[in-house]
């Protein structure tokens, strides 16, 4: 009987192989997703070759954590917060970073071109902003998991949320951000 | 937009997956650094083996099979006496095949009996492991 090539099956299947030690239907798997989690971490302000880095290493500790993979989320959401709290230990290796980007930001520079792109957006972000926001909405964390992970007071989590997503707003939709500015940042 | 609206918004765009043009090598890495890590465990599960088996073989020639001084008489002298030929015949091939290989005067300091026992078990048991291991990556 013919085995079904893995890049017919769900990733729910694949990720069970994978965890009998599928090493083929895992690498289905890093071409499924590979792009997504390297892409995530770089939002999160990664430079590429350490978001590779980091990435590959969330896909080795994948393949051997397959077997708790219950299928509950996507497997890409599940890589990615892997890849995620992988990111957050190395920059926390760091001693000072949370501490100093705290401290230092980086300005938004305002653009007048118009929409553009969430990688070009998040640019005008601060560092904690960035990261904050990456982890909420890219990697799927809620506020006190990300907190707890970056060491941060849960309040200060929420304004790097708010103040990103507002600044994410301003800059992808600069018209709509214009006619709900004066409402939207009350409170 | 209200932030309501912005939030689906912004996690749709987060959902999109960038092209990268080099996500065929960063697979082919993966792909290599599983195959290393495979290799390296396959290896440190045998040499655990091979030192274990060592282990154990020590072990058995140092125990004797507790018949050499004649414990293993108890149904009759000719039963003891076969007994004790081949336990020593065993032991004799086993020091010829250590001596080929410099392990005949291996010694293993102070531990007790009992303590070699169980370190020769269990290396049997890790050996054991890596079998089933290699033969379910084979499968």
Known sequence: MMTQPPIDRHDVELAALAAAGGRREFGELVRRHGSAVRGLLRRMGAQATLADDIAQDAFIQAFERCAEFRGEGTFAAWVKRIAARLYIKRVAKEARYIAEVEQKGVAPTVDQAGLMDLDEALKGLSEPERLCVSLCHGAGMAHPEIAAALNLPLGTVKSHVKRGLDKLRARLQPQSAQSLGGTQHVG | ?139
């Open chain 2, 1 to 139: 937009m209200s932030a309501d609206e912005f939030d689906p918004e912004i996690e749709r765009l987060f959902a999109r997956t960038p092209l990268l043009r080099d996500a065929a090598l960063f697979n082919a890495q993966v792909e290599q650094r599983l195959q290393k890590g495979s290799r390296v465990r396959v290896f440190a599960l045998g040499l655990a083996g091979v030192i274990g088996g060592v282990v154990a073989i020590r072990e058995t020639m140092s125990v004797n099979l507790g018949l050499a001084a004649g414990d293993g008489v108890v149904a009759g002298d000719a039963l003891g006496q076969g007994i004790r030929s081949t336990s020593l015949d065993i032991q004799s091939t086993i020091q010829g095949g250590l001596d080929q290989f410099g392990l005949g005067n291996l010694e293993l300091g102070s531990m007790g009996g009992m303590q070699l026992f169980w370190i020769a078990a269990g290396a049997l048991i890790v050996l054991a492991a890596a079998g089933v291991m290699k033969l379910s990556q084979e499968m």
